[in-house]
């Protein structure tokens, strides 16, 4: 038998996952990690953690599997995407902690590239917004505050990486430094039309391109790991948000997933079509295979799951995410809860940093059941803003089925009423390890023995689909009351 080996590096984890040769999940390595906020706003991971515990979980996965390295034809990485390293060519040592994406100390930073009138040309070149989310400020950032780093940059000793590319470095024991189309998209400093690193932004940044990686395919030779006992080549690298989008097999223009973690990631394949959104969502690079670039528009919410967890260990009023469900059920439908969750501000398509929380139409009666209704409904009706943005921007959005994934897409009630609330059915499909099975694919296509993209597409199957069963009047006085909560967020 031969296997493949899929890392999934993400902000709260690492995971490795072995997939046999029929796709299906063999074992499973998995190591949380330490989060770092140096002050507030700041987010930092610990380069030596991402990579021990990748590395451990690896090996973890392979004993239970029973395998070794030798078994493993190839490997695919994917990553939690924009989180920012940078380290010394010579000794692999990073010169500071990995600055995360959800990290906001470059806000000033983004505030005095928009006043020196660079967000039209960024928005143009990348497809992104001007925000400290993404890699570039993070990178000026860093050279700027590690001393001697800019003049180290410049002398060419010093390698620029997403997660990806750093993993492959120490992968490769230092001899590849590279990544791929989909993470080089969330870096601010990637032509995404032109499919090249844009020396105009990167001039503006005064950020030396020779810090910067080769841009692959996704499924490309991205070197030989010799790390875990047996010499195996890295053959498939996506964002996880990407991956999921892979491994969901959302390959032609109008199929979409949303992925329901810790926050939501919602990407709509748009085609060959770079499709500009005029509604404040991103536009990013699906995949690139064959040389071919396959777009998506994306909408990012910020809290999905964690509103669930704000329940358990905030207000303590669950012991644990899946009483959710029950809970709403069971919640008084003469009561009328509208919870708007933008405890860090709301993403997509608002992109409101400074918008607070807000719970509209409480009683003496609310309680435990109300909250978590309106919780999980809260998930729904964000997804309804992103899938409005998206068919206002681009009419093959209109007929989209959903496919979903991410722990929260366990919740059956929060699925039913997201089909209810978008008026448009919801699939769940059998493989929930989406991101992982994205990257396997990718690795397995390009060494031989995983199908071609139709093959792939076809072993796609829905476990569940919810259909929606809401009558439009009431749909539409939700959606109206949702969007009057929203407001008044957006301006007390
Ligand atoms: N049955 C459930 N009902 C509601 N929420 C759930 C359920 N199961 C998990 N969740 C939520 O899903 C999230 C975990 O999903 P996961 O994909 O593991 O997140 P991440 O990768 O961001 O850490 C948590 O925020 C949790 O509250
Ligand atoms: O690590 P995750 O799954 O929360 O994903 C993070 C995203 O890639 C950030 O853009």
């Avoid at 046999?20 to 507030?40: N, R, Y």
């Avoid at 010499?231 to 948000?241: M, S």
């Amino acid at each position: 038998m031969t296997y493949i080996l899929a890392l999934d590096q993400g902000t709260t984890s690492s995971r490795a996952i072995v997939f046999d040769a029929d796709m299906q999940v063999v074992a499973v390595g998995q190591e949380e990690f330490a989060q770092h906020f140096p002050a507030s706003g700041w987010v930092e991971h610990a380069p030596e953690d991402l990579w021990q515990t990748t590395l451990r979980s690896a090996r973890r996965a392979l004993d239970k599997a029973g395998l070794s390295a030798s078994d493993i034809v190839g490997i695919g990485i994917t990553n939690q995407r924009e989180t920012t390293l940078l380290w010394d060519a010579e000794t692999g040592q990073c010169l500071h902690n990995a600055i995360v994406w959800q990290d906001r100390r470059t806000a000033a930073m983004c505030d005095a590239l928009r006043a020196r009138g660079l967000e039209d040309t960024i928005r143009a070149r990348t497809g992104l917004l001007l925000d400290p989310y993404f890699s570039a400020t993070k990178l000026a950032w860093l050279l700027d505050n590690v001393p001697g780093a800019r003049e180290r940059a410049k002398a060419g000793t010093l390698r620029f990486g997403t997660v990806d590319s750093f993993l492959i470095w120490r992968l490769t024991g230092g001899a590849v430094h590279a990544t791929d189309a989909t993470n080089a998209a969330r870096t601010m400093l990637y032509d995404i039309h032109a499919g090249a690193w844009s020396a105009e932004i990167c001039a503006a940044l005064d950020i030396p391109m020779t810090l910067l990686p080769q841009v692959h395919d996704c499924a490309s030779d991205f070197g030989v790991s010799d790390v875990l006992g047996a010499p195996i080549p890295i053959l498939g690298v996506a964002g996880d948000q990407q991956a999921a989008t892979i491994g969901q097999a959302c390959f032609a223009p109008g199929m979409m997933k949303s992925t329901y973690g810790t926050g939501c990631f919602a990407l709509l394949n748009t085609g060959p079509t770079a499709v500009m959104s005029q509604n404040r969502l991103l536009t990013t690079v699906a995949y690139q295979l064959d040389g071919q670039r396959t777009y998506a528009l994306e909408g990012a919410i910020f809290i999905a799951g964690a509103v669930v967890q704000w329940l358990r260990d905030g207000l303590k009023i669950i012991g644990s995410a899946s009483e959710t469900g029950p809970l709403a059920e069971a919640a008084d439908d003469a009561q009328d809860l509208v919870m708007v969750p933008a405890f860090t501000g709301l993403g997509a398509p608002y992109w409101a940093p400074q918008a607070r929380g807000a719970v509209f139409g409480l009683t003496r009666n609310s309680g435990p059941a109300e909250f978590a209704r309106a919780a999980l409904q809260s998930v729904g009706l964000q997804t309804r803003d992103l899938l409005e943005a998206m068919q206002a921007d681009w009419p093959g959005a209109a007929d989209t089925v959903l496919r979903v994934d991410g722990g929260m897409a366990a919740s059956g009630w929060t699925m039913q009423f997201l089909a209810d609330i978008l008026g448009a059915p919801v699939d769940r499909p059998t493989v929930l390890e989406t991101t992982a099975l994205g990257a396997a694919w990718l690795a397995g296509m390009r060494a031989g023995i995983y199908p071609d993209q139709a093959g792939f597409a076809a072993t796609w199957a829905a476990e569940r689909r919810f259909t929606p069963q809401m009558p439009e009047p009431t749909r539409a006085a939700h959606y109206a009351r949702w969007q009057r909560a929203v407001q008044a967020v957006l301006t007390v």
